[in-house]
């Protein structure tokens, strides 16, 4: 017999299912995570079959809503004794546990619609006193012993769509508090006199609804028990007028304020349907959307206190002079898609006067109604009007406005007038002259083709707002198309104008002054004049989206680039998105310093100029989605991020290299992103490589840091060349200078000598000047002039002793003399007196006194072999203060007279 068959299954296999089962169960424990926050857990929609038992333990909110409970145990409740809410609608809960509201004492409200709640016992709430709302709906309930006896403080109750046969509750006085009652998708059919005898206290029931209940019956007083309902529900119950005549009657004795008749199929409204509301004090009846064909004079004569009525999607074909007869205190009539025209039906009237009863009305709505036509009485009597809304409204009246279109509403207080979408094309003058009191006219989604030279909208004078969004023609301005409106303050012309509007001399916009905002966008402009928006100075919003204005805005336009928003010193919000911009003009946001929102997403921007966004210092919204935008450098970008608060710059093409992101990603990670980017995985890098379609929040910042001590390396051997350079330059041009005033200051210090007092004492000049006979003139013209007290000099011509032989005379004077002077140049060393005799007796004097005292001043560069050749003397041989070159520029010898001082002033004793 031979073996079974051995299962062998790969190793790679159980690592892969045990993974799934591993993920599975990570799956489903995510999933079974409940949300808490501000005290309430929402543990909906998470397929769980029993309460957790870890949430915290001070929620006063859970909802267990749409999951597969099948019963709650009370004890699975324990830990949160302090719940005020709890819903556990959408399960399929068979019965209320009468320990729910024991074990939950606060609990207020409880939600158990939509399970299979069956019977309910008294018991089952026997302990819910503190319960204010209570929803049982869509259960299969069967009521047993007065189950809300027990239910004290109940103000709401919901029991609708439980197929009761009765509207009946209970037999015995009850729910003493409750305000709202629902009973409707219910299937009893009538209403007895006793039906609402179980409500303890007949003045608290204020809303009763019992929408798609159909009655059949209303036996008499059977809403007698409700004195103070104020409002009654009816819609979808399908009662017939007759009926409707009876409830009518039911609720006079009642408190009625609102009454919901809709989806009742009234085709036709008598005069005697509302006639049991005579004394009643409705304010609100909704007739919507009951096929209703034709409406008896005077059906509405006895509501006399009427101030809503919705007469929305009917099928009126006629309003007469009596329609409305008895509707004195109406404020709103609503009257959308109630006059309508098929295929097989004509266009609905409406006759002149029509209108004429409602002298208090407010509001009158006529969207989506197709009418004949418009005469001069159509809105006469309309005395109190604010408001009319005849947008989408098809009429060939409305086709060419003319100043008689619209003269019925000559006695209108009227404020807001909607013609939006329907099909005004051509506005005469003066259409609008009898409005004297508007302030908002609505023309938006017209086919308006004409050049608007300002007579269209003549009296206006009070008119605001002029909305003329999406003209499917395109209209032409003038310079006077808005004279007649000056306190204008919203212009709305987006995709409305021809491209010849913005290049008008003067502005139409001149007149308008008090303007805070302007539409032009999608309008194609591509031409555009430097003043269209001159003295608009209270302008705050501005759309320029979807233009052309690329060529404008270049440096290389013709003129140079047209600065359009120059004077909008008080705009808050700018918006030029898809433009075609490459480039902006470094002057063009030049004074905007309000603006708040600046919006230039879908452009073609690349490298921005650096001092561009310098001015808009109260940025907070910055838009620069979808653009060629590369680098983020701070030149630019550092005062308007300095205090943004949305930033959008998704979608383009970041280089993230270190010189052109590093600041931003530096600056993103310094602010709280998910407050300031819109959609964080769309900024992503283009290049380099290696970062290729990764986040631009992925790039590495500390790769940069290696290049910090390169940088500072840089930085310093930068400086210090410079400063070579620049003590270079300075030294060679300026050094005598530098030299003169150092000299000054430590001279006025310290003193021009070295020598002691007594050394000073034993000579009578400071100097004896030796020097050529061609050298007399040069000496007596520049040498003589720098003597002083601290400086005198010994001269062979002016200072010999009289009767004294030449010699002994020059012999004697350099005894007298602390330093010896030879004023050196090519003719002293030619000179055979000086090489012969004076020069020989000067050096005799100084090595026979062992004095280290001569002073070389040279007139020309002599060459040291000559010096030594003819007078013994070298450079090296003397202290370098004591070699001194006569200044070739007048303004140096003051310098050249202070290191003569110095020179003078050394002292004559030999250094070691």
């Known amino acids: 017999m031979s073996a079974p068959p051995r299962l062998n299954l790969h190793p790679a296999v159980i690592i892969m299912c045990c993974f799934i089962m591993s993920l599975h169960s990570y799956v489903a424990s995510q999933k079974n995570t409940c949300k808490v926050e501000d005290g309430k857990a929402d543990c909906s929609h998470l397929r769980l079959s029993a309460v957790p038992s870890d949430l915290p333990r001070n929620i006063s909110s859970l909802d267990m809503s749409h999951n ?27 019965k209320l546990d009468e320990g729910w509201c024991q074990t939950l004492p606060l609990l207020q409200m409880l939600d158990m619609r939509n399970n299979e709640l069956h019977l309910l016992k008294k018991e089952d709430l026997s302990h819910c006193g503190n319960l204010t709302g209570l929803n049982i709906a869509s259960n299969r309930l069967k009521l047993r012993e007065e189950p809300f006896s027990a239910l004290q403080s109940l103000k709401y109750l919901d029991v609708s769509s439980n197929n009761l046969q009765s509207a009946q509750l209970g037999s015995q006085p009850q729910l003493p508090s409750l305000v709202h009652l629902n009973l409707g998708f219910n299937g009893f059919t009538t209403l007895k006199t006793n039906d609402f005898l179980y409500l303890l206290n007949p003045t608290s029931l204020k809303v009763l609804n019992m929408s798609s209940v159909s009655l059949k019956k209303l036996e008499p007083d059977c809403l007698k028990p409700l004195s103070a309902l104020n409002t009654l529900i009816m819609d ?19 408190a009625i304020d609102t009454l919901s008749l809709r989806k009742m199929k009234l085709i036709t409204l008598t005069n005697t349907t509302f006639k049991g509301l005579q004394k009643t004090n409705l304010t609100f009846l909704d007739l919507s959307q009951n096929e209703m064909g034709k409406i008896e004079g005077g059906s509405f004569q006895w509501l006399s206190r009427l101030q809503t009525l919705i007469v929305v999607q009917n099928n009126i074909k006629h309003l007469t002079k009596s329609t409305f007869q008895g509707l004195k205190s109406l404020k709103k009539l609503q009257l959308t898609k109630a006059l309508v025209k098929s295929r ?14 409602l002298s208090n009305l407010e509001r009158l709505i006529l969207n989506h109604t197709a009418i004949r036509e418009i005469t001069e009485n159509t809105f006469t009597g309309l005395t109190s009007l604010k408001e009319l809304d005849m947008s989408w409204v098809i009429c060939t009246s409305l086709k060419n406005l003319n100043s008689k279109t619209l003269a019925s509403l000559a006695g209108s207080p009227l404020q807001k007038l909607n013609l939006t979408a329907s099909s005004v094309s051509q506005i005469g003058p003066g259409s609008f002259s009898v409005l004297r009191n508007l302030t908002v006219l609505l023309l938006d989604f017209n086919f308006i083709r004409q050049t608007l030279t300002g007579q269209e909208f003549e009296g206006l004078d009070q008119v605001q707002e002029i909305h003329m969004y999406d003209n499917h023609q395109k209209a032409g301005l003038c310079p006077t198309s808005f004279v007649h409106v000056p306190n204008l303050r919203v212009l709305k012309l987006g995709k409305s104008l021809n491209a010849t509007a913005t290049k008008l001399d003067p502005s139409p916009f001149n007149h308008l002054s008090n303007l805070t905002f302007l539409d032009l966008s999608n309008n194609n402009v591509a031409n555009i004049k430097e003043g269209i928006f001159k003295g608009l100075v209270n302008l705050k919003v501005l759309k320029l989206q979807h233009n052309n204005f690329a060529r404008v805005w270049k440096n290389a336009n013709l003129g140079g680039p047209v600065l359009f928003l120059k004077g909008l010193q008080s705009l808050t919000t ?7 911009l490459d480039e902006i003009p470094e002057k063009a946001l030049k004074g905007l310093s309000n603006l708040r929102e600046l919006s230039l997403g879908t452009n073609l921007l690349n490298r921005l100029r650096n001092s561009i966004f310098d001015d808009l210092s109260s940025l907070r919204v910055l838009h620069l989605q979808k653009n060629l935008i590369t680098s983020v450098r701070p030149a630019v970008f550092k005062t308007p991020l300095s205090n943004i608060s949305v930033l959008n710059m998704e979608k383009n093409p970041f280089d993230c290299t270190c010189e052109s992101i590093l600041w931003f990603v530096s600056w993103l990670n310094s602010t709280n992103m998910s407050r300031v980017l819109s959609q964080t995985e769309q900024y992503m890098c283009n290049t380099p490589l290696a970062y ?7 790039f590495d910042v500390l790769s940069c840091k290696d290049m910090t001590p390169f940088q500072a390396l840089f ?26 005033y150092w000299n000054i200051l430590i001279n006025r210090t310290l003193g021009f000598s070295d020598a002691s007092v007594k050394e000073g004492k034993e000579f009578e000049f400071d100097a004896y000047i030796i020097h050529s006979e061609k050298d007399s003139s040069w000496v007596e013209r520049r040498m003589v002039p720098l003597e002083d007290k601290n400086c005198k000099f010994c001269l062979e011509d002016r200072d010999c002793v009289p009767g004294v032989s030449q010699l002994e005379s020059i012999v004697d004077n350099m005894r007298k003399s602390r330093k010896i002077m030879f004023v050196v140049t090519e003719s002293l060393l030619n000179d055979p007196w000086c090489r012969r005799f004076t020069a020989h007796q000067a050096l005799h004097q100084v090595i026979e006194d062992s004095r280290d005292s001569v002073v070389l001043v040279f007139l020309q560069d002599v060459h040291d072999y000559k010096l030594s050749r003819s007078i013994f003397l070298r ?31 050394m002292t004559n004793r030999l250094q070691d």
Request: net charge positive; proline share 5%.
């Open 68 to 94: 597969r409970l099948a019963k709650i145990p009370p004890e699975s409740l324990t830990p949160y004794r302090g719940l005020l809410h709890l819903d556990v609608s959408y399960n399929s809960i068979t």
């Open 236 to 254: 979808g119950s399908n009662m017939g007028t007759l009926l409707i005549s009876k409830l009518c009657s039911e609720l006079s004795q009642t």
């Open 344 to 357: 097989t039906s004509s266009t609905p009237i409406i006759d002149d006067f029509s209108f004429q009863p």
């Open 574 to 580: 700018l918006v030029l998105d898809s433009n075609g």
């Open 692 to 698: 290729f379609n990764k986040s631009i929040t992925e």
């Open 715 to 740: 930085i310093l051997s930068s400086t210090a060349v410079l400063m070579l350079i620049v003590i270079a330059l300075l030294v060679r041009f300026q050094g005598w200078r530098i030299q003169f």
């Open 875 to 905: 450079r090296g041989m003397l202290r370098s203060c004591c070699v001194l070159d006569w200044p070739v520029h007048k303004e140096r010898v003051p310098a050249f007279h202070q290191k003569l001082l110095i020179a003078l002033g």
